[in-house]
């Protein structure tokens, strides 16, 4: 019978000394001296109070009370004497503290349990100085406190990693601070780490440990080979450490990755910046960083080790706040690097044989039990099987796989996948006749690589012929797939494939694929996710050995063509999804595939380039809604010249039809280009154009001129309004005898920002016009741009009450469909109104949430432009001389980013300017614009925001 741990209800007091990875960082001298006084003040607390301080916590302490008002005690008279006492050299330590009550396991001295978890989670969310109380605790104190101490109810609080909601108390007494800022609950923490599906079993001293390394070192890379659990141990760590980094914990999954040059790239797309114009990606990431206290976690690195080290080392030369965990199998090698090797899970001890028997009782099953190997092996083994229990029975056969495995995870999760066709004893004797051929009948231990290895060629083994063909095929994907991918790259079809991969036949090959996942997830070689729409995908450590295995079977090249056209034939149905009301789900389903959409793309890029352009090109609208503009860009340049390379082609129609790609693709360019600021708009659409009148394709000459008189509209100079008219018109022609009604749309806006300057009738008629068919297209995006461009036209020509209200109604529209990028671009627009509205103070406080909005997007050339703003509002104060600095800082950003104004903006400008030149000595205007042209856009902007 099996025997359970001893449980005790308690109270627990869990501390923490906050900004003490900054004290460490700085002064690890003083520092030291500063811990023992802290860890001798809250010992004495705790002890005068009747309470036991279990164990240190790094920068902490953890108690534990018999009595809950002990425990509330201890916490008042600890953070009394911490306020009393004199810090000379760090200044006072601020420690936070949390109480809470309830049952835990006890273990050698120590508690484990939810109730442990839930103490740590509620002390996360407070601050330096703050007492927090659970409402378990609350309850039980409530008629016992000591007179002049009281608890203010706070609310309910989500907390991180637990389901329940806690009702948070702050206990306020004579002594303590009572004032505090919000409770820094869940959706504070700003973070894109996956929520975990299973639980993190164990590693109790690596967790510690890898935290004393992030305290110590900026650079914190853990090693070891496939399997052993490094991403999930360095995911767990960055959850915990939420806490401590102001800016939030950020994952950048490599694994997908092929190109080393994309790495900058997925750091950008990670951390949702915009690339500016002139700028190299990693000088857009580091200017983004440099203010940032922020942990980036660059997960699988080993196959990009350079590139990895090479960006690292350069983000933290450049950002002294920033922090980096990685995990690979080799160390990055950059100066300062802190490694960790991540061992196997702690295992248990053997089993004492007497007399060719097992010497098993209660105390042995016991003592298996608290190994983390053996609680992993549980923990998943009842996931496959609920009434899996270890048992005198199976004790010896549960400890013998763990300790054959090594405690690798990934090892015993496959192992433990097995429990529900095998028993322990029959694993165990399969692992056994396993390992006597790798080791040829030696009792001679096995590398860890190698019994991994050996244990999924095992797992690869039992399984039928056409579960092995599945999961070999599965690997042409990256990132994760559906069933209905999976169905149409790995099925055979005899006669039941189209030559577009389409499938004629699903049903049948739609119920066999998703037997073969279901039985591949039963074995834990295939993870299901069930977070939205359902989603598979393979670790790391199968997908490669499932690669090794494909290639050698021959089928690399029909697989990676069937992936091709599955994702070439998405991304046609994207398109066309793109320009209607289903705008926001297909951007979804683009944002889950675009690690198959860039494999599909390199692969295309050698076997087919004309693929690769249809596919870039049909990418376009995605490219510019996403932060994605500059390698969306970059990828549709390279596809037009390696089209461009190819023979040309046999037959004239041929020609024009490559012709018109071609042409289409250098317009999607274009659009693309204008997304993101960049100055050769214009020369992409008059070469599109060209091509487009060569090939006579209706569509590539629409999508030509389209954006060629978007360019020409928002440049400064003179405009040749006629020529603009007509080719407009020839554009509408054109999208109208197709039924595009979203091109329409951004046709007939183009045309009334033409007629705006010098035929408001004109505009309004063609205004009208862009929101019929705006609305005709259902796209809430086409929708959403054309409000915000009958907003821009009524601010041109002075209709400021028709211009707020059009600017309003479009925020909201871009708000509602998720486009954070317009929304704030819409919200200064709104504010330039208010401004010339002479609403100053209003106007004002936009500015203060969209300039730190671009700021966190890293888009320069859209700070200038607030910086600008900014300077309008002083001068409208009579500030001339801040106004100048705020415009010299502007200037010499705009200088950087290469971001030119458009006209309108210009025109203000330089009245701005003259007016400054007739208000301000010479001298004084040069010294104030050169002061704003010394400072850095952070120094900036955090001027712009002084009082």
Known sequence: MKTTPAARTATFLLTDIEGSTRLWEEQPAAMSVALEAHDALLRAAVEQAGGTVVKTTGDGVLAAFDRPEAGLMAAVEGQRALERHAWPTTGPLRVRMAVHSGSAEVREGDFFGPALNRTARLMAIGHGGQVLVSSATSALVADD??????????????????????????????????????????ADHPTNLPPQVTSFVGRDRELAEVRALLVRSRLVTLVGVGGTGKTRLALQVAADALDGYRDGAWLVELAPLSDPELLVAEIGRALRLQHQPGQPPIDTIADYLRSKELLLLLDNCEH???????????????????????????????????????????????MEEHGGHLDVDDEALERAGRSDAVSLFLERARATLPAFALDLSNVGAVVEICRRLDGIPLALELAAARVNVLSADEIAQGLGDRFRLLTGGRRTAVPRQRTLQ?????????????????????????????????????????????????????????????????????RSLVAVDHTSATRYRMLETIRQY?????????????????????????A?????????????????????????LRTALDWADGANPEAALELCFALTRYWRSRTMGSEGLDRLLHAVERVRALPEPDSAPAARARAALVARALAGAGHVAESIGRADVASLGEEALGLARMSGDPAAISD??????????????????????????????????????????????????VEGPVDLDAADHWLVQASEAAVRSGNPQEIAWVTQIRGRVASQIGRLEDAERWFRQSQAQFHRIGDQRFELAVQSELGHVLRRSGRIDEAEAEYRQTVRGWQRSGNRGAVANQLESFAYVAMSRGNGLRAARLLGAAEALREVAEAAMSGFEREEYDSAVGRLRRELDRESLRSAWAEGGGMSADAAVAFALSP
């Open 704 to 753: 030509a001129i389209t954006i060629l008189a978007i360019a020409r509209v928002l440049a400064a100079g003179e405009r040749d309004v006629d020529g603009l008219r007509a080719m407009l018109d020839e554009a509408t022609g054109i999208a109208n005898d197709r039924g595009d009604w979203a091109r329409a749309g951004r046709i007939a806006a183009a045309r009334a920002m």
């Open 304 to 350: 990009l080790i350079a590139a990895a080290a090479d960006v690292t080392h350069r983000l933290l030369d450049s950002c002294p706040d920033l922090s980096v965990l990685t995990t690979s199998r080799e160390p990055l090698g950059v100066e300062g690097e802190a490694l960790f090797a991540v061992p196997s899970l702690a295992l248990p001890a053997p």
């Open 546 to 570: 499932s690669a090794d295995q494909l290639a050698a079977s021959g089928e690399t090249v029909p697989l990676r063509d069937r992936h091709l056209a599955i994702f070439l034939r998405l």
């Open 572 to 596: 046609r149905d994207a398109e066309q999804g793109l320009e209607g009301p289903e705008l926001p789900a297909w951007m979804e389903r683009l944002d889950a595939e675009i690690d198959n």
């Open 454 to 522: 050996a244990l999924i060629d095992w797992s690869w083994d039992l399984l039928e012929d056409d579960d092995r063909r599945l999961l070999r095929r599965l690997a042409v994907f990256a990132g994760g797939w559906t069933l209905e991918s999976a169905t149409g790259v790995t099925f055979e079809y005899p006669a039941d494939r189209g030559s577009d991969g389409a499938v004629r036949q699903e049903g049948g090959a739609r119920l066999a694929t998703l037997d073969g996942l279901g039985r591949l997830v039963d």
């Open 145 to 186: 406190l000591v007179p002049g101490t009281e608890l203010v109810d706070l609310g309910e609080h989500r907390l991180r990693d637990l389901d329940r909601p806690e009702h948070v108390y702050q206990v306020v007494a004579t002594g303590l601070r009572r004032e505090f800022p919000p409770l820094r609950a869940v």
